[in-house]
């Protein structure tokens, strides 16, 4: 029987491409408008908030290992909880799947196909994510550990290759709009870490469950290194991102650099590691559903159900009827549905659970 069970690197890789993703299409940008200059002590601020979350649903999860948020919920309210949050759980893997990939779209038309119909650039993903689910998760995964790699270098190397063009008096006053906006509104933009909802599903994937810690602060913080650096890309070379809204701005920032005349437009290149990397967090999306899903349905394969959730993120992708409510929903609703699921819902159901189980066995000890 083929070994399902993921290892803990393939475990961090996963939480990072997640976490990723979302920098990839407007994030960083919108950081920016929301923390001004501020913005890296803002990150710095709410990725020391993220380890700490992490680190809470490791012990959260301490007295149920092997078993994830569906499995605790089953445990908590029986199979009435257990099918509202995975319910849940599948709409916001799906529906934030299906924005992020609808934005990265219409970066794509502008950029590339500007007379192309957006619905054939879409289809043209959920073709590819409909032949990636058809093999198993665990193929999938070491697709995502070649891939990321090559988004992470590319980051780096933005960076680095900007550096010319950087302007470090933009990081000034270091608290934006001061220290209210910067560490009390600004606790909101904690979103960034929306991959965290990933330790709700894997425990039970886990090769070496007692590895849980470590992936989730690994993961967590190897993804608040790679933030930093795309706001601060951002920051240094663009103040004008402050006001104005750019569908894909890390591209316009690798459009600047050349190193001589055969290492010119990298920017192709960068995106067209960023588009597999778009497609390997649709992958997980639909894997995700899929997996929840054969839990709250008692099925025991998942093979018949697999290509039911792409055609789900096809349908949430097009449901914008323009750029305008594409962003709306990418930048205002995905942080409420984040803030409510992720940082809400999950630990809320953890933290009762752990309630009911610390009860009953003061109750066995009596």
């Known amino acids: 029987m083929p070994d399902t069970k993921i290892s803990t690197k393939e475990a961090i890789m996963l939480i990072i491409s997640i976490i990723i993703s979302h920098t990839i299409v407007t994030l960083p940008a919108t950081l920016l408008k929301n923390s001004k200059s501020g913005v890296i002590l803002n990150v710095i601020f709410i990725s020391i908030l993220a380890l700490i979350v992490a680190y809470i649903i490791y012990l959260l999860f301490k007295k149920f290992q092997g078993e994830d948020i569906i499995d605790i919920s089953n445990y908590l309210g029986g199979p009435f ?3 509202i949050i995975g319910v849940i759980f599948i709409t916001y893997f799906v529906s934030t799947g299906g924005i992020l990939l609808r934005n990265f779209a219409e970066g794509l038309k502008v950029i590339y196909f500007p007379n192309t119909n957006i619905l054939y650039i879409i289809l043209s993903f959920i073709i590819t994510i409909c032949i990636t689910t058809s093999f198993t998760f665990k193929s999938n995964i070491k697709v995502i550990s070649i891939i990321l790699p090559i988004v992470i270098i590319s980051i780096i190397f933005l960076f680095i290759g900007n550096l010319p063009q950087f302007n470090f008096n933009q990081m000034f006053p270091l608290l934006g709009d001061g220290f209210y906006n910067t560490f009390v509104t600004g606790l909101g933009n904690i979103v960034a870490f929306g991959g965290i909802s990933c330790l ?4 039970p994937m886990l090769k070496n469950p007692e590895d849980f810690k470590k992936i989730a602060l690994t993961g967590i913080g190897i993804s608040a290194i ?8 951002l920051l240094f070379m663009f103040s004008f991102f402050l006001y104005v809204d750019e569908i894909l701005p890390l591209y316009t920032a690798a459009s600047y650099i050349e190193y001589g005349s055969f290492f010119q437009r990298l920017d192709s290149l960068f995106l067209l590691a960023w588009m597999l990397e778009i497609c390997c967090y649709l992958t997980i999306c639909s894997q995700f559903s899929c997996i929840v899903f054969k839990k709250v349905a008692n099925l025991k394969y998942e093979k018949p159900i697999k290509l039911i959730f792409p055609f789900l993120i096809f349908s949430f992708a097009l449901l914008p009827k323009n750029v305008a ?4 929903l990418g930048d205002t609703l995905y942080r409420y549905v984040v803030l409510f699921v992720v940082f809400g819902l999950g630990l809320l159901i953890l933290i009762l659970a752990n309630i009911k189980k610390k009860k009953e066995e003061h109750l066995n000890e009596k």
């Open 81 to 83: 909880l257990k099918n």
């Open 200 to 203: 709700y599903i894997i425990p």
């Open 226 to 233: 790679y933030l930093v650096l795309c706001v601060a890309t």
């Open 325 to 328: 409510i594409s962003r709306f």
